[in-house]
């Protein structure tokens, strides 16, 4: 029985579809007015990892993750760069696809973009005045946000203390409210902004409506899952919540998950661009493997909080080569491997408690620190059954067959062949050669000159093993 932690009841319940054996599942997407850090990569990781492992249990997932190309933050980019608002959401939607294709996120199965859904949102707006949930103030649209009964319960505050908070607001915009707590729909145009026609006057959508809208054209009124980082608790997606339930009356989303934040230094500060603390996601893979990073991401559980630090990948980077050098001994050892399973039916019943494991730890509530433990564990048992004289074919073949399907599961894809180039298959067989004459000196010569290109050489009884640093 598979298990989600639910943000809005704050516990763990049992996951049951809407549709058997189908997921409709929503991603909050990135802002794009800039490259995305590594704690944005971390949420996109976290929930790609959840999707895989719902397809490898045998659902379909309607994944969509959306881009908000209309925002202050993209306008103010814009301005500062002399350039449209859309030629800045363009520029980082690519840089957000390159960026996480070397991650190897798979792409969502929509990729909404608000510029692509105007006339939905300004439908949306209308219907949430017509039942009263909204109101028109001078050329903007603010939602009652007193009038929904259960506003606050995601976020688990009292309409008491979120009252404080919007009291201590000041400016214009406050003015223009009926009580501090209500939040915009629909923005009025300013000079030199982008705006669209409306019923209210040329104006823009606010963030929260934005997400409401694609999600329930893409999906339906209720979802499955709705995701997105811990920051989005509230207001954003508890104001999604207002909106949507108001308008129709449905649930909007069973299970609310959410990844807990990326921590830097000692104090644990969140990683933000807020704070100034944050690394690109694109200049970290400049320096470190992009295999490695989303190793490092996908293996921690998504609710934890986790430290980015050079230990943390330089474990993960260790951890890897671990998995892939067994992978690879395996190959190496099926040149020599008997075709029976005599005397190896044991192992092969091993292999079936590996993956309960394995599924065990995934099906508590994603738990990915659970489920690659269970990863090693196999790793383990496979270089120990290897100290056999003797191996089986079927076995290996097994084994390696399961290492691959649980790796996908944390987007690392093993038993990618790789090509040496003639130069460096050349090198080899003249060390062979060296070897077979004693020409000792050479051997050396050749494995150094190796060595420099990234290849490592492993003498064994069975022959020459090599492997990339």
């Not at 050329?139 to 009038?147: F, I, L, N, S």
């Not at 494991?357 to 290897?386: C, P």
């Not at 004693?438 to 069975?462: C, M, P, V, W």
Request: charged share 30%; hydrophobic share 35%; aromatic share 10%.
């Amino acid at each position: 029985m598979m298990k989600i932690y639910n943000t809005l009841t704050r516990s763990k319940e049992e996951f049951k579809t809407i549709e058997p054996g189908k997921v409709r599942m929503y991603l909050c997407g990135p802002t794009v007015y800039n490259y995305i850090h590594v704690g944005n990569a971390r949420s996109t990781v976290a929930f790609d990892t959840v999707r895989r492992y719902l397809e490898y249990k045998g659902y379909e997932v309607n994944y969509v993750s959306n881009f908000t190309d209309v925002d202050d933050k993209i306008i103010n980019r814009a301005k500062e760069e002399g350039v449209t608002a859309k030629n800045i959401a363009d520029k980082y939607i690519d840089a957000f696809t390159e960026d996480t294709t070397k991650l190897n996120v798979k792409p969502a199965c929509v990729h909404p973009r608000v510029i692509d859904h105007i006339d939905e949102i300004i439908e949306f707006v209308a219907a949430l005045i017509e039942k009263g949930y909204a109101y028109e103030s001078q050329g903007d649209v603010y939602y009652r946000a007193r009038k929904f009964k259960n506003y606050g319960q995601l976020s688990n505050k009292s309409i008491d203390e979120l009252e404080v908070g919007a009291s201590q607001r000041t400016g214009d915009e406050q003015a223009k409210k009926e009580d501090p707590l209500d939040f915009a729909l629909w923005k009025s145009a300013k000079e030199g902004e982008v705006s669209w026609t409306s019923p209210w006057g040329a104006g823009r959508p606010g963030w929260h409506i934005e997400c409401s809208v694609m999600a329930s054209k893409h999906l339906g009124e209720t979802i499955d899952i709705h995701a997105g980082g811990q920051d989005l608790e509230f207001p954003h997606h508890e104001n999604e919540i207002a909106q949507s339930e108001a308008k129709t009356g449905q649930t909007f989303a069973n299970y609310w998950m959410h990844n807990a934040y990326l921590t830097v230094g000692e104090t644990g500060e969140k990683m933000s661009k807020s704070l100034k603390n944050f690394v690109t996601a694109h200049e970290l893979m400049e320096e470190v493997d992009p295999e490695v990073v989303r190793f490092a991401l996908a293996t921690t559980h998504y609710r934890r909080p986790m430290p980015f630090n050079d230990i943390i990948l330089k474990e993960a980077e260790t951890n890897l080569s671990k998995i892939k050098g067994s992978y690879n001994n395996g190959s190496f050892r099926l040149e020599s491997a008997k075709d029976s399973t005599e005397d190896d039916e044991d192992y092969l019943k091993e292999l079936t408690l590996i993956k309960s494991q394995f599924e065990e730890g995934m099906d508590d509530d994603f738990n990915t620190a659970n489920g690659i433990t269970a990863v090693y564990n196999l790793v383990k048992w496979l270089n120990a059954y290897f100290e056999k004289n003797s191996v089986s074919k079927v076995v290996i073949e097994q084994a390696q067959s399961l290492l691959v399907e649980l790796m996908a599961v944390f987007g690392i894809e093993l038993g990618q062949k790789e090509v040496l180039d003639s130069e460096i298959e050349a090198l080899i067989e003249e060390r062979n050669e060296a070897r077979a004459n004693k020409d000792f000196k050479r051997s050396d010569e050749i494995r150094d000159t190796l060595k420099e290109q990234g290849i490592i050489l492993e003498d064994t009884a069975q022959g020459v093993r090599w492997s990339r640093i």
